[in-house]
Protein backbone atom coordinates (compact mmCIF):
# COMPACT_ATOMS: atom_id res chain seq x y z
CA UNK A 1 0.00 0.00 0.00
CA UNK A 2 0.89 3.58 -0.58
CA UNK A 3 1.99 5.76 2.80
CA UNK A 4 -1.45 7.09 4.68
CA UNK A 5 -3.40 4.01 2.83
CA UNK A 6 -6.06 3.56 5.42
CA UNK A 7 -6.32 0.00 7.07
CA UNK A 8 -9.01 -2.16 5.83
CA UNK A 9 -11.98 -2.48 8.35
CA UNK A 10 -14.00 -4.82 6.42
CA UNK A 11 -16.91 -5.14 8.34
CA UNK A 12 -17.16 -1.94 8.06
CA UNK A 13 -17.11 -2.05 4.16
CA UNK A 14 -19.79 -4.47 4.15
CA UNK A 15 -22.05 -2.08 4.90
CA UNK A 16 -20.23 1.59 3.28
CA UNK A 17 -19.02 0.43 -0.39
CA UNK A 18 -17.33 4.07 0.01
CA UNK A 19 -15.41 2.91 1.69
CA UNK A 20 -14.18 0.23 -0.15
CA UNK A 21 -14.08 3.14 -3.45
CA UNK A 22 -11.27 5.34 -0.92
CA UNK A 23 -9.12 2.12 -0.85
CA UNK A 24 -9.15 1.29 -4.62
CA UNK A 25 -8.08 5.34 -5.00
CA UNK A 26 -5.54 4.82 -2.48
CA UNK A 27 -3.69 2.19 -4.71
CA UNK A 28 -4.98 2.46 -8.51
CA UNK A 29 -3.66 4.53 -10.78
CA UNK A 30 -6.45 6.61 -12.14
CA UNK A 31 -8.99 6.48 -9.73
CA UNK A 32 -8.56 9.97 -7.81
CA UNK A 33 -11.82 11.32 -6.35
CA UNK A 34 -13.49 8.47 -7.38
CA UNK A 35 -16.33 8.56 -5.21
CA UNK A 36 -17.46 11.80 -6.64
CA UNK A 37 -16.52 10.55 -10.55
CA UNK A 38 -18.58 7.67 -9.74
CA UNK A 39 -21.54 10.04 -9.46
CA UNK A 40 -21.81 11.00 -13.21
CA UNK A 41 -23.64 9.35 -15.74
CA UNK A 42 -21.87 6.90 -18.07
CA UNK A 43 -18.75 6.69 -15.32
CA UNK A 44 -15.24 7.66 -16.40
CA UNK A 45 -12.30 6.74 -18.29
CA UNK A 46 -9.05 5.32 -16.96
CA UNK A 47 -5.85 6.67 -17.80
CA UNK A 48 -4.70 4.29 -20.96
CA UNK A 49 -0.87 5.79 -21.98
CA UNK A 50 -1.07 4.22 -25.81
CA UNK A 51 -4.76 5.47 -26.16
CA UNK A 52 -4.23 9.20 -24.39
CA UNK A 53 -0.55 9.62 -25.69
CA UNK A 54 0.59 7.11 -28.01
CA UNK A 55 2.99 5.63 -24.95
CA UNK A 56 3.99 1.75 -24.79
CA UNK A 57 5.89 0.22 -22.02
CA UNK A 58 8.42 -0.88 -23.88
CA UNK A 59 12.28 -0.08 -24.68
CA UNK A 60 11.31 1.83 -28.34
CA UNK A 61 8.83 3.40 -26.58
CA UNK A 62 6.89 1.89 -29.70
CA UNK A 63 4.00 -0.87 -29.83
CA UNK A 64 5.30 -4.55 -31.05
CA UNK A 65 3.39 -6.79 -33.11
CA UNK A 66 3.55 -10.56 -33.23
CA UNK A 67 1.86 -12.54 -35.60
CA UNK A 68 0.94 -16.51 -34.96
CA UNK A 69 0.11 -19.39 -37.33
CA UNK A 70 -3.60 -19.94 -36.96
CA UNK A 71 -4.33 -23.14 -35.81
CA UNK A 72 -7.76 -25.20 -36.09
CA UNK A 73 -9.13 -27.97 -34.05
CA UNK A 74 -10.19 -31.19 -35.46
CA UNK A 75 -13.86 -31.51 -34.44
CA UNK A 76 -15.23 -35.11 -35.50
CA UNK A 77 -18.86 -35.18 -36.79
CA UNK A 78 -21.52 -34.93 -34.18
CA UNK A 79 -19.20 -32.93 -32.17
CA UNK A 80 -18.84 -29.52 -30.82
CA UNK A 81 -16.26 -27.24 -29.51
CA UNK A 82 -17.54 -25.69 -26.12
CA UNK A 83 -16.37 -22.68 -24.58
CA UNK A 84 -16.88 -22.67 -20.45
CA UNK A 85 -18.16 -18.85 -19.34
CA UNK A 86 -19.19 -16.90 -16.77
CA UNK A 87 -23.06 -15.54 -16.10
CA UNK A 88 -23.55 -12.01 -15.53
CA UNK A 89 -24.24 -13.03 -11.70
CA UNK A 90 -20.92 -14.56 -11.16
CA UNK A 91 -17.52 -13.50 -9.95
CA UNK A 92 -14.74 -16.33 -10.84
CA UNK A 93 -16.37 -18.99 -9.34
CA UNK A 94 -18.35 -17.15 -7.16
CA UNK A 95 -21.70 -17.76 -7.96
CA UNK A 96 -24.42 -14.94 -6.93
CA UNK A 97 -27.56 -15.99 -8.56
CA UNK A 98 -29.48 -18.50 -11.28
CA UNK A 99 -29.96 -15.32 -13.92
CA UNK A 100 -27.53 -14.53 -16.29
CA UNK A 101 -29.37 -11.07 -17.83
CA UNK A 102 -26.15 -10.94 -20.49
CA UNK A 103 -27.42 -14.05 -22.35
CA UNK A 104 -31.49 -14.29 -21.27
CA UNK A 105 -31.32 -17.03 -18.97
CA UNK A 106 -33.38 -17.23 -15.73
CA UNK A 107 -33.74 -19.81 -13.32
CA UNK A 108 -30.84 -22.55 -13.60
CA UNK A 109 -26.95 -22.70 -14.66
CA UNK A 110 -27.01 -26.54 -16.08
CA UNK A 111 -27.71 -24.83 -19.75
CA UNK A 112 -25.63 -25.05 -23.26
CA UNK A 113 -26.25 -22.98 -25.64
CA UNK A 114 -26.18 -24.23 -29.06
CA UNK A 115 -26.50 -22.77 -32.45
CA UNK A 116 -30.06 -23.45 -33.85
CA UNK A 117 -28.74 -25.11 -37.20
CA UNK A 118 -26.71 -27.68 -34.92
CA UNK A 119 -29.40 -28.30 -32.52
CA UNK A 120 -31.43 -29.67 -35.49
CA UNK A 121 -28.70 -31.19 -37.43
CA UNK A 122 -28.00 -33.51 -34.28
CA UNK A 123 -31.53 -34.52 -33.45
CA UNK A 124 -32.44 -32.19 -30.93
CA UNK A 125 -34.87 -29.65 -29.71
CA UNK A 126 -34.69 -27.00 -27.52
CA UNK A 127 -35.35 -27.47 -24.02
CA UNK A 128 -33.65 -30.79 -24.39
CA UNK A 129 -31.50 -32.60 -21.48
CA UNK A 130 -28.75 -33.77 -22.51
CA UNK A 131 -25.25 -35.01 -21.08
CA UNK A 132 -21.99 -33.47 -22.27
CA UNK A 133 -19.14 -35.52 -22.71
CA UNK A 134 -15.68 -34.18 -23.79
CA UNK A 135 -13.22 -36.72 -25.59
CA UNK A 136 -9.40 -35.97 -25.49
CA UNK A 137 -6.86 -38.63 -26.64
CA UNK A 138 -9.03 -41.43 -25.47
CA UNK A 139 -10.40 -40.45 -22.23
CA UNK A 140 -14.15 -39.70 -21.81
CA UNK A 141 -14.96 -36.35 -18.70
CA UNK A 142 -19.04 -36.21 -18.11
CA UNK A 143 -21.26 -33.57 -17.01
CA UNK A 144 -24.91 -34.52 -16.90
CA UNK A 145 -28.48 -33.05 -17.15
CA UNK A 146 -27.85 -29.40 -19.13
CA UNK A 147 -30.89 -28.14 -20.76
CA UNK A 148 -30.52 -26.97 -24.48
CA UNK A 149 -30.41 -23.71 -25.01
CA UNK A 150 -30.86 -21.68 -28.87
CA UNK A 151 -28.12 -19.27 -29.04
CA UNK A 152 -26.27 -17.17 -31.31
CA UNK A 153 -22.86 -19.16 -30.79
CA UNK A 154 -21.23 -19.84 -34.16
CA UNK A 155 -21.91 -23.11 -35.93
CA UNK A 156 -19.69 -25.97 -34.41
CA UNK A 157 -19.39 -24.16 -31.23
CA UNK A 158 -21.53 -24.51 -27.83
CA UNK A 159 -20.99 -22.37 -24.29
CA UNK A 160 -22.13 -23.71 -20.96
CA UNK A 161 -21.09 -21.99 -17.50
CA UNK A 162 -17.76 -23.05 -15.02
CA UNK A 163 -17.35 -24.35 -12.76
CA UNK A 164 -20.39 -26.49 -13.75
CA UNK A 165 -18.56 -27.71 -16.88
CA UNK A 166 -14.92 -27.79 -15.00
CA UNK A 167 -15.08 -31.35 -15.25
CA UNK A 168 -15.18 -31.43 -19.11
CA UNK A 169 -11.79 -29.70 -19.29
CA UNK A 170 -9.15 -32.15 -19.73
CA UNK A 171 -6.06 -31.62 -17.32
CA UNK A 172 -3.62 -32.48 -19.86
CA UNK A 173 -4.58 -30.25 -22.63
CA UNK A 174 -3.06 -26.98 -22.00
CA UNK A 175 -1.78 -24.09 -23.88
CA UNK A 176 1.81 -24.31 -25.74
CA UNK A 177 2.69 -21.07 -24.03
CA UNK A 178 1.25 -20.23 -20.89
CA UNK A 179 0.37 -23.96 -19.74
CA UNK A 180 -3.60 -22.49 -18.87
CA UNK A 181 -6.61 -24.88 -19.21
CA UNK A 182 -7.91 -25.20 -22.36
CA UNK A 183 -11.35 -24.35 -21.25
CA UNK A 184 -12.34 -22.33 -24.36
CA UNK A 185 -11.88 -25.17 -26.96
CA UNK A 186 -13.33 -28.33 -25.70
CA UNK A 187 -14.27 -31.17 -27.61
CA UNK A 188 -17.73 -32.47 -26.77
CA UNK A 189 -20.52 -34.04 -27.31
CA UNK A 190 -24.20 -33.83 -26.68
CA UNK A 191 -25.77 -37.32 -25.31
CA UNK A 192 -29.57 -37.57 -24.87
CA UNK A 193 -30.85 -38.38 -20.86
CA UNK A 194 -33.67 -40.36 -20.07
CA UNK A 195 -35.10 -37.33 -18.36
CA UNK A 196 -37.60 -35.29 -20.32
CA UNK A 197 -39.06 -32.22 -19.31
Known sequence: PRPNTPRA????????????REHIEAVVDGFDNFEER??????????????DARRFDTQSGKAHFTGNKLEFIKVPPGRLILQTLRSHDQYNTT??????????IHGGRRVVLVNEADIVEMGF???????????????ERRAENFR???YSTP????????PETNVLVPL??????????????????????????
Not at 9 to 20: N, R
Not at 38 to 51: A, D, T
Request: glycine residues 10%; charged residues 25%.
Open 9 to 20: DWIAMKDDYSLI
Open 38 to 51: IQHPGGFVLPNPPR
Open 95 to 104: IYGKDDRYRG
Open 148 to 150: IVP
Open 172 to 197: DSVADTSGTPTSKSVVVRMERTQISL
Open 155 to 162: KGCAAAYY
Open 125 to 139: REGDLVHLVSEFHGT
